[in-house]
């Protein structure tokens, strides 16, 4: 699984709408500060978990399934184990005709499941962050790869 900075950058770029499966509430988990970085970059969010459904998150309801989003998605951002991904990229490929990206988070893959999107023209993404690529390819990583906010005057 090779992308190009170039491919990672319009997939970025072009993405309006995402929706996060296995958003969470807890503002330690990496699908919350994922989410919220996202929504800081001005895309439009859906969370995406059963467990919180009818809960707001960052000011957003959250749903339990894809097939509950109204209207489309550009991207359905995977935050769920491995094993999990074939339901969910079927359930995308029905919902969602025009899906453009199924990616999948840090230490999430499933090939069969990616070669079945790609099949029907979607751009599959495995195994990144589309946080951290965002950050390394918009020039916003700093200390220790994180936008971390601090700034000294004593170098």
Same mark, same amino acid.
């Given at each position: 699984m090779t992308y &190009?900075? &170039? *491919? #990672?950058k319009n @997939?970025? &770029? *072009? &993405?309006?709408? @995402?929706?996060?499966?296995?958003?969470? #509430?807890?503002?330690v988990r990496p699908s919350y500060y994922v989410t919220r970085y996202l929504k800081t970059k001005g895309y439009d969010i859906v969370p995406v978990n059963p467990a919180h459904a009818g809960k707001t998150l960052l000011g957003v309801t959250v749903v339990s399934q894809l097939s509950d989003i109204e209207g489309g998605v550009d991207m359905v951002d995977i935050f769920r184990r491995s094993e999990t991904v074939p339901e969910i990229v079927d359930e995308a490929l029905q919902v969602f005709p025009d899906l453009a990206t199924i990616w999948m988070q840090i230490g999430v893959q499933h090939s069969e499941a990616a070669a079945k999107a790609e099949a029907k023209g979607v751009t599959v993404i495995q195994n990144r962050c589309p946080k951290i690529e965002y950050q390394r390819l918009f020039g916003e990583l700093r200390m220790g790869g994180f936008a971390t906010g601090i700034i000294s005057s004593k170098l």
């Open positions: &190009t900075d &170039t *491919q #990672l @997939i970025l &770029t *072009q &993405t309006k709408r @995402i929706a996060v499966v296995g958003a969470s #509430l807890n503002p």
